[in-house]
């Protein structure tokens, strides 16, 4: 079976531009959720979708946002790009609501270079 | 202000030698994973540990959740250079919780 997966892996983009990243979570998962690593740090959470609906958002400005459709795959926006949002966006997927225990799956990332 | 600190944030060490690598907070947390990530990679789960005291062990990699569960540790025995990695620790705050909190990571050298 086919983990998650997530494109386009490596992108570059200039300051003030938009980016879609898009993520297939795992066969039969249906909650998503979208992380920012910058660089030497731990990811920091930016948004949970689960059945299609916003359920969690992080601390990030109203330039994110995203969406999930009823295939359960998410697409990442971001505008207006800033230099620091270059990081690894991380999609993450499970098979139900975060619960106890329940076992997320990372992909492997898009790597966003803003120049 | 960091809500789960991972210390140390850098460890080179020997092949064969022994190491802890501990996550600590203030906060309680309902549950916490440990993951390693691996450079151009997404985080792996290693581990979930849910009660406060539970010990898991995955081969010569021994997880432990505190008492109070504010804090774990992960300690590895005879290293070995594949155990070279970022370690990342994750806690969610309440159960049914939307978001994982991260550590800043440890980043590990097991030296041949």
């Known amino acids: 079976d086919a983990g998650v997966t997530q494109s386009p892996t490596h992108l570059i983009k200039t300051r003030g531009q938009h980016v879609t990243l898009r993520c297939s979570p795992i066969s039969g998962h249906k909650s998503v959720s979208w992380y920012q690593q910058v660089l030497g740090q731990g990811p920091q959470f930016i948004f949970q979708?689960?059945?299609?609906?916003?359920?969690g958002r992080g601390n990030f400005p109203d330039r994110f946002s995203a969406r999930q459709f009823p295939n359960y795959s998410s697409e990442l926006n971001v505008n207006a790009l800033l230099l620091g949002d270059s990081a690894l966006y991380l999609c993450?997927?499970?098979?139900?609501?975060?619960?106890?225990?329940?076992?997320?799956?990372f992909g492997e990332g898009s790597w966003l270079t803003v120049v | 202000t960091q809500l789960l600190e991972q210390s140390p944030q850098f460890l080179s060490i020997q092949e064969g030698e022994n190491l802890t690598v501990y996550c600590n907070s203030s906060?309680?947390?309902?549950?916490l994973q440990w993951y390693r990530q691996e450079p151009g990679e997404g985080p792996v789960l290693l581990v979930t540990v849910v009660t406060g005291g539970e010990v898991k062990k995955l081969k010569r990699l021994t997880f432990q959740f505190g008492d109070a569960r504010k804090d774990s540790s992960l300690h590895i025995t005879a290293a070995q250079p594949g155990d070279t990695g970022l370690y990342l620790c994750a806690g969610a705050l309440k159960e049914g919780a939307q978001k994982l909190v991260f550590g800043q990571g440890t980043r590990l050298t097991i030296n041949p």
């Open positions: 979708y689960y059945e299609k609906e916003e359920r």
């Open positions: 906060s309680v947390f309902s549950s």
């Open positions: 993450a997927s499970s098979s139900r609501f975060w619960d106890r225990g329940n076992t997320i799956y």
